[in-house]
T-cell receptor, first 114, second 110 residues
């Protein structure tokens, strides 16, 4: 069974802090994604990566960066946290076979910025 | 950017009633995926549709992809309390990544 593990289930940080959210998958998936989920707004793509050291901006990349140094790990970085980044963050991974494969999600990190 | 519109936003049904959620795109989609998220959980993949006019069934769930590949629907027959959750569609156009709809939250009253 695919396992996508996010480092924290709940996290509380202060405005201006640099925040790291970690995600690890154990199925050798090429693709990894970071979403944020807010009530009434669904899942919005922040960044994604199709390979090691590769990253692409999603729909809402402002205020975020990512790092993918190893295939199994995809980190989301809030450079200077702000209160409007309080949200549920979901990491996902999938194979790439020339067409879409199911995305497997982690349990999410509920991040509060005070 | 690409928009995938999903309606309704909320649906409350009596147990045993049917339920349908609709997904619409202004552009032709390569494929569409459906996910279910239980309260407090994470989205879980249900199915993918690729062909124009495709219909797939999973027990009481029926998924359709429109002939023009611009719309899709998920229909649940005789809802049960275990169907409670938010249902998301997600579509892709060309080489862009999947875009998720905002979801339909289903409540089932026993």
């Amino acid at each position: 069974d695919v396992k996508v593990t996010q480092s924290s289930r709940y996290l509380v940080k202060r405005t201006g802090e640099k925040v790291f959210l970690e995600c690890v998958q154990d199925m050798d998936h090429e693709n990894m994604f970071w979403y944020r989920q807010d009530p009434g707004l669904g899942l919005r793509l922040i960044y994604f990566s199709y390979d090691v050291k590769m990253k692409e901006k999603g729909d809402i990349p402002e205020g975020y960066s990512v790092s993918r140094e190893k295939k199994e790990r995809f980190s989301l970085i809030l450079e200077s946290a702000s209160t409007n980044q309080t949200s549920m963050y979901l990491c996902a991974s999938s194979f790439w076979t020339g067409m879409d494969q199911p995305q497997h999600f982690g349990d999410g990190t509920r991040l509060s910025i005070l | 950017g690409q928009q995938v519109m999903q309606i309704p936003q909320y649906q409350h049904v009596q147990e045993g009633e049917d339920f349908t959620t609709y997904c619409n795109s202004s552009t032709t989609l390569s494929n569409i995926q459906w996910y279910k998220q239980r309260p407090g959980g994470h989205p879980v993949f249900l199915i993918q549709l690729v062909k124009s006019g495709e219909v797939k069934k999973q027990k009481r769930l029926t998924f359709q992809f429109g002939e023009a590949k611009k719309n899709s629907s998920l229909h649940i027959t005789a809802t049960q309390t275990t169907d409670v959750g938010t249902y998301f569609c997600a579509g892709r156009r060309g080489n862009t990544p999947l875009v998720f709809g905002k979801g339909t939250r289903l409540s089932v009253i026993a």
